[in-house]
């Protein structure tokens, strides 16, 4: 009686739920975008075939979309400071643009000729400072550049000691931008692969505070592990992933952490819809409230990541960001689309 009880308390409250929003489409294109940022009204997205553009929320014949480059770059990463949004392709030559707000002018700051070339995410904290990820060299070094945002900023390859060296088959997923996160004087890099784990830097001195810490999330291949990370607080929370090629597979595919990164607790193993590429806190919540997205699903938890619920079917989805508590833009396969709580 027991399990019948629980069965339809989850069909009603998934029932209730699934009535709560609307969807509607903001652009179709032939492209795939991976990395969003929301800025002056606008969604603004890079993708591949070197677009980048934007969308208007309120208007969506207002729009505009321009190529950074002749060749057919593929872009997963978009940071944004007050003046500049910042992008850097895929593979080797990575190329590190520079994009002005006021006008759309680009220029190339700098660039990466080493072949294990391979740039995941890129984040710009507190308007000052900004980080950007890439696969690990030939001798598994930790790879970070950092930028100091200024007159003369200068993007600047971090050199790492020694001990800083990755497993055989760690990385990290250019999946969503989202496998960095900041808060406080912490900044967090997800990796994935052989090993999953969690690097926490002091945002100003990374060399020098750098901790490693173990994770139980799904590995062990290379297609398993973290995809995306988001933390509500200095203290609080949550990865996200799974394996890629195994997308209906949900075991230990979702974590917590109540300590900062330390340590990380399995949340809804084997209750969940699957897959996620990108997990986002609603605003406003106090963290309890969480949106995560994956291939082939939108999912929702309101009790801090503990249980989760299939609110939607939509897919080829791969990136999200909330506009405000009610609002969340997601982003795709040939798609950006708006969902309304």
Known sequence: MKKLILFSFTIISSFLISQKFTIDTLLTDKISIRAIQLWDGKVWYAGTDSKFGYVNFKDKSDKKQIRLSDKKLQFRTLGQSKKDFYAINIESPAYFFKIKKRNLKYIIETNDTVKTAFYDAIIIVENRLGYAFSDPDNNKKMKLARIRLNDHS????????????????????????????SKGDFLWLATGGIKSRIYRFSKNHPEASFEVFETPIVQGTSSQGIYSIDFYDKNFGIAVGGDYTKQADNVNNIATTNDGGQTWQIQASGQNAGYMTCVKFRPKTKGKEIVAVGDQHISFSSDYGKTWTKISDEKNLYACEWLDKNTLILAGKDKIIRLNF
């Not at 390859?157 to 496998?179: H, Q």
């Open 154 to 181: 200068q993007w600047k390859f971090e050199d790492f000691k020694d001990d800083l060296i990755l497993n055989d088959g760690e990385a990290a997923f250019a999946a969503s931008n989202s496998n960095f996160s």
